[in-house]
C-alpha cells in the first residue's frame, strides 16, 4: 500500500550553496551526515546510470524529504534548468501560512520571482519562483476548508 510521498530528488551545481538555502530558506534540517559514492555498482545498479560519482545530503521539514545530490560523474547534458511546460518534474511546492511575509524571507535568502506577485485564486494563494540554481519552487497558501490544506491532514 502506497503510504505517501517520501521525499524529492534533485539535482544541482554547488552542493553547499543549496543546503544552505534550503536549510535558511524554508527550515530544512539535515536528516544524517552527507553521503557520496564513486563507481560504486549497487548505487549504479539502483539509479541505472553506469560509472556514476556523487555527492548528497538528505534534508527534511516536517513530513516533506529533500534529496539533493551533486554530480561529479556523468556530466551533464542540460545547459540551463528545467521550465515549467518542460517534460519530468517540474517543481517542488511549500505550503506555508502568510504568503506575502514568506516570499519576502524567500527573497532575502536569493530566491526570485520574476517581479511577479502571488496570485488569490479563491482556494489558494500562489507563486512560483525560482532557488539559486533555477529549481521552480511553488510558494502556496491554502484556504481554510481546501480539499489539499496541509493543515488538515489527518495522521495515521
Known amino acids: 500500500m502506497i503510504r505517501g510521498i517520501h521525499h524529492i530528488g534533485m539535482n544541482c551545481r554547488d552542493l553547499e550553496r543549496m543546503k544552505r538555502f534550503y536549510i535558511e530558506a524554508f527550515g530544512f534540517e539535515p536528516v544524517d551526515e552527507d553521503f557520496a559514492w564513486v563507481d560504486d555498482s ?7 546510470v553506469k560509472g556514476s560519482a556523487a555527492r548528497g545530503v538528505m534534508l527534511r521539514a516536517g513530513t516533506c524529504y529533500l534529496e539533493i545530490f551533486q554530480y561529479s560523474a556523468p556530466g551533464s547534458d542540460l545547459a540551463g534548468p528545467l521550465r515549467p511546460y518542460d517534460r519530468g ?43 539559486p540554481e533555477g529549481n521552480i519552487i511553488e510558494v502556496q497558501q491554502t484556504a481554510p476548508g481546501n480539499a489539499f490544506a496541509l493543515s488538515e491532514l489527518k495522521r495515521s
Open 42 to 48: 549497487v548505487t549504479d545498479y539502483i539509479i541505472d
Open 89 to 131: 518534474y517540474t517543481h517542488l511546492c511549500v505550503d506555508v501560512t502568510d504568503i506575502a511575509n514568506d516570499i519576502e524571507h524567500l527573497k532575502k535568502c536569493g530566491m526570485t520571482f520574476s517581479d511577479r506577485d502571488f496570485v488569490d485564486v479563491g482556494h489558494v494563494k500562489t507563486l512560483y519562483g525560482y532557488d
